[in-house]
């Protein structure tokens, strides 16, 4: 039990640190020690094929895929940079209240209740009735995601301009 506290307290500070990195680099290195203690969690809950699953694609593929996209990109000016960061608080500043608001929003509207089990043991029971029937958040945080980042990647590639690539 104050293993599984310190890991989840060191796997919140890398992703911390994953988030408030001035540098894509740094910031994708502690997106993959985020990923390794996902999977450390995974084979001690006796997920093994999810942790190979998080260990071989998540912290291996995804972060070599990143690496690669920041190496081929062409860094920003340090005047650049402070213009870059200033631009992103004025666009994002209310952004945290919004995501609370909503996902607060989202819990009432959908009857989840706040004290739910975080753990529920499943026998031999459907996936398909486990993921619709009791795991409805856990869809819904997923769905929220991959449209996160497929937004992500649009605004990503509408500001980068023809004349870049060439």
């Known amino acids: 039990m104050m293993l599984d506290l310190i890991l989840l307290v060191l796997m919140m500070l890398a992703a911390l640190w994953a988030v ?31 942790g190979v699953f998080e260990l071989s694609v998540c912290t291996g593929l995804i972060t070599v895929v990143f690496l690669s996209a920041i190496g081929l990109t062409k860094p920003l000016s340090h005047k650049q940079l402070q213009e870059e960061a200033k631009n992103l608080a004025k666009r994002y ?21 706040f004290d739910f089990p975080l753990v529920q043991v499943a026998e031999a029971v459907d996936v398909r009735s486990i993921l619709w029937n009791f795991r409805q958040l856990d869809l819904f945080g997923q769905v929220i995601i991959l449209l996160a980042g497929s937004f992500g990647a649009v605004i990503l590639f509408k500001e980068i301009k023809i004349d870049e690539w060439k």
């Open 20 to 50: 408030m990195a001035k540098t894509l680099l740094k910031s994708a290195i502690g997106l993959a020690i985020v990923s390794i203690f996902i999977t450390i969690f995974m084979f001690r809950f006796d997920a093994a094929l999810a």
């Open 93 to 113: 500043g209310p952004l945290p209240i919004l995501i609370g608001s909503a996902g607060l929003l989202t819990l009432v509207l959908m009857n989840i209740p």
